[in-house]
Every structure is written in C-alpha cells, then in structure tokens.
C-alpha cells in the first residue's frame, strides 16, 4: 500500500507534494516493558516516531533539510510519552504526533497541489481484511472525485520477512537498505537536539 501511495505520487496524481501529516499512539504504562526503559532506548520517538519520519522519506523521496521538535517526558520514566514533530523538505513540510499515553489511533494524510490522499491504519493494518487508499482529487464538499484504492489482505510483517530472506538467498541488495534506517536516525537525533535546544537542528549526513 505504501509502495502504491508513493506511486501515486511520481505519477503526478496529486499534484505536487507539498504535505503530510501523521499520528501514531498507544497506552502503555508498564514500567518493565521496554518502551518505558529510558537506559534501553524507550520512548515514543525511537518507537513509532519512526513511522512517520521513514514514510514522509520514502514519500517525498529526499531528507528533511532541517527539523524541530517538541517533547513531554513521563515524570517517573523518563522516557518521551508525547512528542511532535515538523520537517522541511525541499518540496514541502510534514509533521506528527507520537505517543505512548494516549488512547491508540493511527493515521496519516498526504496532500498534493491537485489531491489528498488519506492512509487509514497505515502501520498495523490486519492481515485478515483489504486495505486501502482514498484518494480525493475533487473540489471541496465533492465526492465525485474521491476514490478508493484496495489493496489484497496480506501479512506485511511475512511479505518484509520474506522479501529480506530473498535478498539473502539471491544475494542481492535487501529491498530497504541499512543506510535508509541510519538516515531515519540522524532525523530521530535531530528531533531530540531540538526538543533539549528549542531551535531548528539539521539531521547529520550519513555519507562522508
């Protein structure tokens, strides 16, 4: 569905990208688990505000140029319970929300000049039903120009598993390379900076 939204992008269908916005939250107090273990990497950030960092990547098919953030830590943890963020790319802007205290809910939008796409459960979509894209390329209060893009039921986390077994057996490159994660966590840091700094923090290069 990802790979279908980014083509939905390269083919023009919304314009030029200019935003996207996502949010990503659970309820979770459970001071043995480990996203509650500030020392082991706990925290909404580096959970599932990785999401949303990777796909506005893979969506705007470039890094964020500069970054700034905002960060509540629980008192007794330590570890970042809400924390928001925007990116400037060079095209356009996006933002989100995570959390690890608040009630679940997960969704993402993408606007382009001439549409608006909606990813509905775009990160844990059940394996037992379709997903889908809506795309909205009508005038506002429309519904003639909204559609809907389905995608066949599958288990995304065994299509990953299998594609990476794949690229080990056939030796070939593995469909998401290292350098894709380490690039998501030069902007992670740099959210961090800016939460401690209050200022704009640009993401560290990963190439030399």
Do not use: K
Request: aromatic share 8%.
């Amino acid at each position: 569905r990802w790979v279908g939204a980014r083509t939905l992008v390269r083919e023009g269908r919304l314009g030029e990208l200019r935003a996207m916005t996502g949010f990503f939250s659970y309820y979770n107090v459970a001071p043995q688990n480990v996203r509650n273990q500030a020392a082991i990497g706990g925290g909404g950030l580096l959970d599932v505000g990785f999401y949303p960092i990777t796909m506005s990547r893979f969506l705007f098919d470039a890094e964020p140029t500069r970054v700034i953030g905002l960060m509540e830590r629980d008192p007794a943890f330590g570890t970042d319970r809400l924390t928001s963020a925007m990116l400037e790319f060079p095209t356009g802007q996006a933002t989100f929300t995570c959390a690890t205290q608040l009630s679940g809910h997960q969704v993402v939008d993408v606007f382009g000049t001439r549409g608006h796409l909606l990813i509905d459960l775009p990160w844990s979509m059940p394996s037992d039903r379709a997903s889908h894209l809506r795309l909205d390329q009508g005038a506002p209060g429309a519904s003639d120009g909204v559609q809907q893009i389905s995608f066949p039921a599958c288990d995304q986390w065994q299509v990953q598993c299998g594609l990476f077994c794949d690229a080990i057996r056939g030796g070939g490159p593995a469909p998401v390379p290292i350098e894709d994660a380490i690039a998501t966590m030069t902007v992670i840091d740099a959210i961090a900076r800016s939460a401690s700094s209050g200022r704009w923090e640009q993401p560290l290069s990963v190439h030399p």
